[in-house]
């Protein structure tokens, strides 16, 4: 194919020989970025001929968010490379995904033309199919798909686009094993994930489909997941999967791993406030409390209702002799979890020690009520009706608590014997 | 012959030419009837932009509806002013505020902002009017960024009534009563935390506006009315509290057919929610099980306006969500168990990729029986690599009319004095403004005026105006059934339906050649179905829900 044929393919406007740069006015960029471009135009104007300088120009332009210079330059790159050479297919690739949106009809030309000389380049049948599904054709795309899957079988990508169109085509049955291949291939992949939901639900089977979800843990956050977002992103761990080793480490004991694995994730996700009230609870138990508070305000700054974070900081303020400040974030968690008795006895805790025993008396029978095993509210029970003189029912909550295997303080058991004689098991 | 090639102006449309709709004219008559309202988005100085604050960006919504109780549509829009961090300065006098206008019998307006007490000064986002206390007259929510306000309306004044705290930068409002209770509650989305003095910068290192993504998420806000107006924040007992997502669009629509409404929830940039009812009053998220949450690539998108139709005439409703430029518009085609994207094949794909879509409706323009799709378009960021000098104006993009076949396929179409004219359009509010049985649209802009077009176009057949109405005020969620000689159609009734939008509470049918009515189904929002006989053509008719 000769050049001139390649450039009319490619839709290319421009004649070929030598071009002007495309123009990109540089006048508003950061210094950094106007510098790495004037660089790389200048390596360009020393190599005007040399189809990989205008590809380097181009990729560069496009990692920028600069598309239509990008575009230019992949059309000046096509023009001068050799037909059927790496360098071809690179520049018709790219090319096709800078015009996709601008100029469809460009970019389908330019992935036939790649397609012919390439046919087993499996992303290009990807795109394509995609391309063609943009307009309408199922039938072409479900065949680009197809086409993708003959030259590598199990590709998760095209398995994925394949079954989805076995959805649009109504086919839901066809589309569950496609999908579920799909998925087996990338497990972290919420966007497949919720597909293949889809699929069930479409099918009939709902049940299905939320236990496809569920079975997803938080990939129900697929936005996180997209399979085309993991093949250009660098990282090659999924924040589902660290966080559900993060998880892991840290019903294990193992506070260290947890601790590091939480960092990472902090790093990925940084506005989850679920993530950081995690690591806040870790670092607080790792005794890191300054670091722990910081993570866990970041985290209800985020989500002002985050139970964990309110509950993990009223803890943190309680133990620091903060009162107001526990009362505070531990109202908010009983608010958010009203069913919460661990979160009661925490704020009948910091009632009592602020010597507001009514109230405190009321948030511990709630705790007690919510969870009766608990035998840590009774303890503090126990204290607030010795403080209202109720020593018997002090002494009833002492023997509840011992029952649940509580350990009873022997200065507070001695101090209420002083008052009132311990009633005997009889 | 109605269609000629014509060139695109501004450029929307991938193929670069669409053909002109002489049938459809929409014609500007804002100056003539004396609408007199630019929006300010705090940030300009002329067209220049001062800073790049995301609110600014984000425009504001507006109203039509019938304020005072005198038959004749008015019209209410939403300002923004100096932003909240700049407002010690501006004193809250000399702040804009939100604008009434009343219809008088000529057709011209006449100002009411202050005498009807109606002049929020908030920086305003959007608009939702239901009757939150029973009497009778309109009540309206103003979501603003800064706490929101409800004005309950009486005869012809408003008064701003106790609301709870609501989240730093409200967005879409719905009122819809979830509860079966028989009054108004109201679902508010939660957009961002704002964070004044933020600078973000392009992937090319140029200033612009920041992603949504740059900032934290607040939660959506679910009130329960109490009686007489008294709304209680039930979101955390309701379950709508456990997520976080941007939310710019709003619909309250029974999707699952169990009698009890649900919430669809447009999200920028995460994927959408479906707050599915459930029997013991809490909502949970059925969107990914239904389809609705992502594309059909899989991809979450920048969901702005949402609107509900049945533009393929199968008597169910679809979906259809404006996006950012570089993803499509979605039209989520409900097939019974759940809903596709058939965004493609309905032709509305290709043509949504250069653009970024705000404001929508579905409406039938030429009252020819087949849905029509409207929809105003505007960037919020900048293309890379060029002049800055243009301000604002580098940001404005075309409106977009498509004409629909009545069985899923639209074709794009330049409407001359309304598709040509690239602005940074944001709302678009649907209502038979001069009531002569066609739908007429206003349009809001950032940094531009609000504008008035009134439908002109040829009448290709007669129409019906369907009032469904209980308990003294509309039935917002009804679903209308209109049947005729040619088949039935259905239309719902949301006027929350679009981009921080209020639409006229009306159900609108165009009647083509040759239908002859034969009678109306009404889904009530709890489930009630009722059957009324024909009424006569080209009329206004109100059906009320037996009690």
Redesign the interface.
Known sequence: MSASVLANLLGSALAAGQAPLP????????P???RLLADVEAGLRDRIEAPEAWLAYGET?H???????AATAYREAALRTEPGSQLALSAGYLLAHAV??????EARAALEGVLRRHPGYAPAHVLHG?LL????D?AGAAAAFEAALLVTPGAPLAL??LG?MR??A?NPDDAIPLLEQALAAEPDAG??R??L??AW????D?ER??AT?AEGGDA????IE???HFRMSSRDVSSPRLLARAREARTEGDLETARSRYAELSEIRP?D?VVLAEYGAVLDALGQFGAAERRLGDAV???P?SFLARLALGLLHLRAGDLPGAEFHLRRAT??RPDSGAAHRALGDALLRQRRVDEALAALKEASRLDPADGSARVLSAAALAELGRFGEAWEAVREARDRGATVPEPFLAALRARSPEPSRS | MLVLVFPLLGGGNAAGALQVEHAIRLVEITGERGVRFVHDPGNLSGRALEGFPLPAIMGAGAALFDANGDGRLDLYLIQAGPLPEHRSVAGVDGLPGNRLYLQQPDGTVRDASEASGLRDSGYGVGVAVGDVDGDGDPDVFVSNLGPDALYLGEAERFTRAAFPETASWSTAAAFCDFDGDSDLDLYVGGYLVPEPGKECVSASGEPDFCSPQSLPYVRDSLYENRGGGNFEDVSIRRGIAALRRPALGVICHDFTGDGRPDFYVANDGEPNVLWEAQPDGTFEDVALLLGTAMNGQGRPEAGMGVVLGDPDGDLDLDLFVTHLRAQTNTLYRNVGAGFVDDTPAAGLALPSLPLTGFGVGFLDIENDGDLDLALVNGAVAMEGGISRTGGLDAYAEPAQVFTGDGAGSFVEVAVNGFTDRPVVGRALVTGDWDRDGDLDLVTTEVGGPARLFENRSVRLGGYLIVKPREEGRPSFGAVVTLETNLGAVVRPLNPEAGYLASNEPIVHFGLPEGAQMTGIRVLWPDGTRTSHPAPLPDTRITLHRPR
Do not use: K, N
Request: proline fraction near 6%; avoid cysteine; charge should be negative.
């Open positions: 123009a990109v006015d540089r006048s508003a960029m950061e950094q970025v106007a332009l990692a920028h968010g600069l598309v239509r210079p996709r949106g601008s100029a469809p009809g995609e599904e943009e307009t309408g199922r994925f686009r989805q959805l649009l109504g966007a497949v919720s597909e939901a889809r639900t479409l099918a009939g709902r489909a939320g979800l129900g956050l697929p936005g997209d399979p085309i506005r406030a700054a985020l989500d209702d608010a958010a």
